[in-house]
């Protein structure tokens, strides 16, 4: 498996959710895989330590994507298509949220 801090269609920019966030420079069909978000790891609050992936998306009560476990990782994947040049979101259940 290689890993890659960021997908190539994706980018770091200003959000107007909060501070920076993920942005598509083309368009991503439903149920594209995007990464690995977090990694457990007991040593990290929460248990899990962030990727960049991780670090940069957004909450939304209206998500255009999802994290997920899978073994001992938390993955992002598009629920819908996200066109061009918009923010990549998804509910936290990690954190509490307003921490």
Not at 25 to 41: A, F, M, Q, V
Not at 57 to 64: A, G, K, R, T
Request: net charge negative; aromatic share 12%; hydrophobic share 30%.
């Amino acid at each position: 498996m290689t890993y890659k801090p960021l997908p190539d269609f994706l980018e770091i920019r200003k959000s107007e959710v909060d501070g920076l966030g993920l942005f598509t420079k083309k368009c991503i069909p439903s149920g594209t895989e995007l990464g690995i978000t977090h990694i457990r790891d007991d040593r990290f609050q929460n248990g899990y330590i962030r990727t960049p992936l991780g670090g940069f998306f957004n909450h939304s009560e209206e998500p255009n994507c999802e994290a997920y476990i899978e073994e001992d990782l938390i993955k992002l994947k598009t629920i819908k298509e996200v066109e061009k040049d918009k923010e990549i979101t998804a509910f936290y259940w990690l954190y509490k949220l307003g921490e």
